[in-house]
C-alpha cells in the first residue's frame, strides 16, 4: 500500500471452488472486515500460512506451512450469503486465502 494512501482500503474478489489467494498481506493493517457478498454460495477464508493441528491434535515443531482453505474445514472460517467476518483485536497482517461452494461467489473486505 501505498504511503499516505487513505483509510479503510476496500478490497473485492471473486472466489473459486479451489483454495487460493484472496487478499495479500500488509504489514501495516490495523484490522479486517470481510463479506461474503454471494447471492448462494458459502465462502471459507484461512490466514495463507496456518499451523493445523496433525496427528490428533499434535502439533508439529515444523515451521508453519501454506494453508488450504475448506468450507467448515479446521482453520478456516466459514460464511455464508450476507455473512461478515470482523477482526479488530488481533494481528491480521497476513495474506488470506479462500475457497467457495459454488461458482459465481464474490468476497469483499475492508482493512485499516
Not at 500488509?26 to 454471494?38: E, K
Not at 454460495?41 to 491434535?57: E, K, Y
Not at 494453508?67 to 482453520?75: F, K, R
Not at 479488530?88 to 459465481?104: E, F, H
Amino acid at each position: 500500500m501505498a504511503t499516505g494512501a487513505l483509510l479503510p482500503v476496500t478490497w473485492g474478489t471473486p472466489v473459486g471452488t479451489t483454495s487460493g489467494p484472496v487478499l495479500p498481506s500488509n504489514p501495516s493493517r490495523t484490522g479486517l472486515i470481510f463479506v461474503n457478498a454471494s447471492v448462494s454460495q458459502a465462502i471459507a477464508i484461512i490466514p495463507a500460512v496456518a499451523n493445523i493441528a496433525l496427528l490428533q491434535g499434535q502439533y508439529p515443531s515444523a515451521p508453519v506451512t501454506p494453508s488450504v482453505a475448506v468450507i467448515n474445514g479446521a482453520g478456516s472460517v466459514t460464511m455464508q450469503p450476507g455473512d461478515k467476518f470482523i477482526i479488530d483485536n488481533l494481528n491480521c497482517t497476513c495474506a488470506w486465502n479462500g475457497i467457495a461452494s459454488g461458482t459465481g461467489a464474490v468476497l469483499s473486505m475492508l482493512e485499516s
